[in-house]
């Protein structure tokens, strides 16, 4: 149980970002720990799964599975690709905008 605590510690803090800061960098930094929160999480669930390697040895019956290292990675580049597109948006909202607060771009 200990083990879960500091990833739902990374996603509260993130959502706190994401709710109450103002500035749209700040929003953009939150929603990527956000993601490294998540990831965070499933790293944790997955290793509880198995203790060796998946490759077939005799005697060994708790293989980790290499499912969920997949779809980890697969996540990571999913994020960083969203990322790097958001931080572009973003950028255009700024210089179009001349502002970095979010209400008074929505007021626009």
Do not use: C, W
Not at 48 to 53: I, N, T
Not at 78 to 100: H, Q, R
Request: charged fraction near 20%; avoid cysteine; hydrophobic fraction near 55%.
């Amino acid at each position: 149980m200990v083990d879960f605590i500091p990833p739902f510690v990374i996603i509260l803090l993130s959502i706190y970002g994401l709710l109450f800061k103002r500035h749209i960098i700040s929003k953009v930094i939150a929603l990527d720990v956000l993601n490294t929160g998540v990831v965070y999480l499933f790293v944790v669930i997955a290793s509880k799964a198995g203790e060796y390697y998946p490759i077939k040895t005799e005697g060994v019956k708790n293989y980790a599975d290499p499912f969920p290292q997949a779809v980890i990675i697969t996540s990571i580049v999913i994020g960083f690709a969203t990322l790097s597109l958001l931080l572009m948006i973003s950028m255009l909202v700024v210089e179009k905008k001349k502002k970095t607060d979010i209400v008074k771009i929505e007021k626009d």
